[in-house]
């Protein structure tokens, strides 16, 4: 079974702040790795990677992959109130998605 | 607006009774995926149907079916249920048949409350 480990579970960080999120996965049946945000309900896709060291960027968020050290972070600069959500991510297989059990992100003003 | 459509947005229901759950995917898409989200367990995947067959399946129950028809909408039916059934009930969609090759959208979700 694929498993999918996120941290930390939850985060509480001051607006302006940086954060890291972390993500390790298993190698079995690897095809990409997603990121995904979770506000109220559904989640949003962020990012997907697939291949190693190449930066993906959106605004004041970004993500890597290290393939060899089988993990992702992602980045969040100047963190802002909105960004309060919880972060999942996913490893992509040859069949499913398999998700971890996501980061709580709350940023305080 | 990810355009994947599920309905009804919000259920309650008593123990022992059956629903159905209905999705949407997005116009192309040919997979839709049903995941179950609850307090403590995070996303679940429970089944993935293709251009109307199934694909792979996760920790879906016996109790649980599924199934995707020729315009590509999706059901999901739950029976005799239990209250540990109550969760968020998710839907999502993508244009291929490998999970992994092409993100997948989600649906705002059904909210199911077992009493």
């Known amino acids: 079974e694929d498993k999918v480990v996120q941290s930390p579970l939850s985060l509480v960080v001051h607006e302006g702040d940086t954060v890291t999120l972390n993500c390790s996965y298993e190698v079995t049946n690897f095809r990409s790795l997603l990121w995904y945000k979770q506000e109220k309900k559904a989640p949003t896709f962020l990012f997907m990677l697939t291949s190693s060291g190449i930066e993906k960027k959106s605004g004041r968020l970004s993500s890597i992959l290290d393939k060899k050290e089988l993990f992702s972070i992602l980045n969040i600069t100047a963190t802002q109130t909105g960004d309060s959500a919880i972060y999942l991510c996913a490893q992509g297989g040859s069949e499913k998605l398999v998700f971890g059990k996501g980061t709580k992100l709350t940023v305080n003003p | 607006d990810s355009g994947v459509t599920q309905t009804p947005k919000h259920l309650i229901t008593a123990t022992g009774q059956r629903v159905t759950l209905r999705c949407s995917p997005r116009s192309g898409d040919l997979s839709v995926y049903w995941y179950q989200q609850s307090l403590d367990q995070g996303l679940q995947f429970l089944i993935q149907?293709?251009?109307?067959?199934?694909?792979a399946k996760g920790n879906i129950l016996e109790r649980f079916s599924a199934q995707q028809f020729p315009d590509l909408h999706s059901e999901l039916n739950l029976s005799s249920l239990e209250l540990g059934d109550s969760a968020l009930y998710f839907c999502?969609?993508?244009?291929?048949?490998?999970?992994?090759?092409?993100?997948?959208?989600f649906g705002q979700g059904t909210r199911l409350t077992v009493v």
């Open positions: 999502a969609s993508s244009v291929g048949a490998k999970k992994g090759d092409t993100e997948a959208f």
């Open positions: 149907y293709y251009n109307g067959e199934e694909r």
